[in-house]
């Protein structure tokens, strides 16, 4: 039987803690919390009926309500493309390991169930962001660089 399970509206402030994880990790990242109020009801909204994002956990094996590993993802559609006729992308983030308990397969068991999730669903590609740390497990399940140019605009 396998550790991950896809998370729940109740789940919300777990996956808030470990994205926060996630994000305390980053280079220039903002410590800031401020922001958990605003998005736990979205969150726990997209976690109770969304077609098309998912997140998928394990539950921490020494503390009870407690998540040990987190994975979210997304999928979106664009119109289809020689790489990818169907035009449904998959987008991995938010992978986070709570730091006591790293190093015993929770990231790599969720990403799996990730990306079968997006399978199922016809993506026909899947995009993350990695840091050097995390690279190799990405390559170690078929990721390989791409040299597109992203630029964003915050709305």
């Known amino acids: 039987m396998s550790l991950v399970r896809r998370a729940t509206p109740e789940d ?8 926060q994880v ?18 736990l009801p979205v969150l726990r909204e997209r976690l109770a ?10 539950d921490h094996p020494e503390r009870p ?9 997304t999928l979106d559609y664009r119109i289809g493309g020689a790489r990818n006729p169907r035009g449904t992308d998959g ?7 709570d730091p006591n308990a790293r190093r015993r397969g929770y990231a790599r068991a969720c990403v799996g ?4 999730w997006f399978r199922e ?5 899947v995009r993350l962001t990695a840091s050097p740390e995390a690279e190799p497990l990405y390559r170690s399940l078929g990721f390989t660089p791409r040299p597109d140019p ?4 915050m709305l």
């Not at 987008?91 to 390991?97: D, E, M």
């Open 113 to 116: 169930a990730l990306l079968e």
């Open 121 to 125: 669903r016809g993506a026909g590609r």
């Open 150 to 153: 992203l630029l964003e605009l």
């Open 49 to 58: 009926d969304d077609f098309s994002f998912a997140a998928f956990v394990v």
């Open 91 to 97: 987008y991995v983030f938010s992978v986070a390991t």
């Open 22 to 39: 996630m994000i305390d990790s980053m280079a220039r990242s903002d410590p800031s919390t401020a922001w958990h109020a605003v998005s």
């Open 65 to 73: 309500g407690a998540l040990a590993a987190l994975v979210a993802g």
């Open 12 to 19: 919300a402030e777990e996956v808030l803690r470990l994205r």
